[in-house]
């Protein structure tokens, strides 16, 4: 009954944890009614990009301190800043269209806010439903990554649906809505912890075997001792590790010792496994002590910025053999040709999907000039909907593409580096060719499908790079290309739309030129397409002399 009880709570806090994220994205909303923002305002097209670039910022920029805070602190506190800095973050958006009037640096500054609040609440959501689920970890985090994904798919049709063509009220939708979801979530969100399980030591065990040591929580360890050592601990809080011997001995882990290690490092990998980012369960704890309230993520489940997370489709071998992190991490030749590829392509589709909302009005003002305003918000809406879609299905496909290459083909994972680097070059030619507005779809699907295809594989191919256990801080170092790269990208697309862009005597600011608005913009991102295309395959192919050097070297070994 009490189990019962307890999985039916489990339930209800994943469903809170999916409905967090789900307000989680809106960072990605941002194209649907930036240019009727800026447009108000009278911004040029490049303090429009700057204001997006700044909650882009938000997201990716404290990846690696909002994790640490999550872990320390529980998913909880981390929840509620973030509904905190989101309702806080919108709401000066909705003044200042109301009153045509606001502070760039003021509009930057609270755009970040929504970034940071995204982010908190995100992380600590997808934690939650990690350790409600250790032994279905794949499953249980899949639900607030796809809602993530989501996002702008969610907010844009709700705009279009409720409110179509009012930009104030969907300004208004998004600093109520995002606070109402996550502070619902908020309501039932809760990590419970597993109830222990105990089973009979094995006869005939050496001696050796029965007193190895493993690591578990301090909780437990205080359990065990029938004495509360951590009595006000918030859950998802990380505590002390200590190591002792146990008293009892779980299945797997006699079912793994009888059938005898396959090397003399074992029963390290045995421990190591609780740290692996997977669905099974590890071998040498007992179900309670997989995770329990004052389990951490640091390691067992990373706590990842934006719309990525490993699955149990990381390469368990390697990415316990190495464990490359810090200053060693700087000094690795992967690391930067990596960091270049994420922050290449990353940066090609945040010029997209920030400015979609721009190639919409570009498009329509030059084939149909009689359109009303609120057709060009109901159009913007559209497309952003298309990318979230898109982007949903591009991190679907390159999950179990991925699996497909190194399970059944043998190849590397990064061979998805290569499709998404294709799909975007396909996406800069229809940029560059479409001037109807009814087939800019191609343009925007196709780079939402480009951009989840990149998040989809590159949290796995970090963790194979340089190891699962500092997948963390080195996923944290990563996305800060994204950072840079989006910037430059987004400031010049700016810089080409304003060249175009015709004053009107009464200050409204519109470029009537259709394609050619932003036309030279994306012929750099084309160009730059190909650099990473070409840098994708530098790194698969020094990757792949690397593992045969690593492979011989063994076999010389042994």
């Not at 608005?517 to 991102?525: D, E, G, H, K, Q």
Request: proline share 5%; with cysteine.
């Amino acid at each position: 009954m009490l189990d019962q009880q307890l999985h039916r709570a489990r339930m209800v806090s994943s469903v809170a944890a999916t409905v967090i994220s789900l307000a989680c994205g809106t960072n990605y909303v941002y194209s649907a009614w930036a240019p009727q923002f800026a447009d108000k305002l009278n911004l040029t097209t490049t303090e429009s990009n700057l204001i997006g670039a700044a909650g882009n910022l938000g997201m990716y920029s404290m990846g690696v301190p909002i994790g640490l805070f999550v872990d320390n602190r529980g998913p909880r506190p981390a929840v509620a800043a973030g509904a905190l800095l989101l309702g806080l973050g919108y709401y000066p958006f909705r003044s200042s269209y109301e009153n045509a009037a606001g502070s760039v640096p003021l509009l930057c500054f609270f755009s970040y806010l929504t970034g940071l609040g995204g982010c908190m609440a995100f992380q600590a959501a997808v934690k939650t439903s990690a350790l409600n689920w250790p032994h279905h970890r794949g499953t249980a985090t899949a639900f607030p990554l796809a809602a993530f994904g989501l996002s702008a798919f969610f907010f844009s049709q709700v705009g279009s649906l409720f409110f179509p063509g009012d930009t104030s009220a969907f300004l208004t939708v998004l600093a109520a809505g995002t606070f109402a979801l996550i502070f619902t979530g908020f309501c039932f969100l809760k990590v419970y912890p597993h109830t222990p399980a105990y089973h009979a030591v094995p006869n005939g065990g050496s001696g050796s075997d029965t007193q190895r040591l493993r690591r578990t929580s301090s909780s437990e360890d205080g359990k065990a001792r029938g004495a509360r050592r951590f009595p006000d601990v918030e859950p998802g809080m990380s505590t002390p590790t200590t190591y002792t011997t146990p008293a009892t001995s779980t299945q797997a882990q006699t079912d793994a010792e009888a059938t005898g290690p396959s090397s003399p490092s074992a029963s390290a990998q045995l421990r190591d496994q609780t740290d692996v980012e997977s669905a099974r369960p590890p071998s040498d704890e007992a179900p309670d002590s997989d995770v329990d309230e004052t389990s951490s993520l640091m390691s067992k489940s990373s706590s990842l910025p934006g719309d990525v997370l490993v699955q149990s489709s990381v390469d368990m071998d390697r990415s316990h053999r190495v464990d490359i992190r810090g200053w060693r991490l700087l000094s690795n030749v992967d690391f930067w040709q990596l960091f270049t590829i994420m922050g290449i392509l990353a940066g090609i589709g945040l010029m997209t999907i920030n400015n979609i909302g721009h190639n919409v009005n570009a498009l329509w003002r030059r084939f149909d000039d009689s359109v009303p305003e609120s057709f060009l918000v109901q159009r913007q809406q559209m497309h952003v909907s298309i990318l979230s879609i898109g982007s949903f299905g591009g991190r679907l496909l390159s999950g179990v593409g991925s699996d497909f290459l190194v399970k059944v083909v043998g190849a590397s994972r990064a061979w998805c580096l290569v499709a998404a680097s294709l799909v975007f070059c396909i996406a800069q030619l229809f940029a560059l060719n479409v001037s109807n507005p009814h087939y800019l779809g191609f343009v925007s699907g196709l780079s939402g499908l480009g951009y989840g295809f990149l998040f989809g594989v590159f949290p796995s191919i970090v963790a194979e790079t340089f190891g699962i256990h500092g997948l963390s801080q080195n996923w944290g170092f990563m996305t800060l290309s994204p950072v840079i790269s989006g910037n430059i990208f987004n400031l010049f697309y700016g810089a080409v739309f304003d060249s175009h862009i015709i004053v009107s005597p009464d200050g409204d600011r519109s470029c009537y030129d259709g394609i050619d608005c932003y036309r030279n913009a994306y012929f750099v991102t084309l160009g730059a397409c190909g650099l990473g295309l070409i840098v994708t395959l530098s790194t698969i192919r020094h990757q792949y002399v690397a593992r045969l050097r690593e492979a011989g070297k063994g076999a010389a070994e042994d």
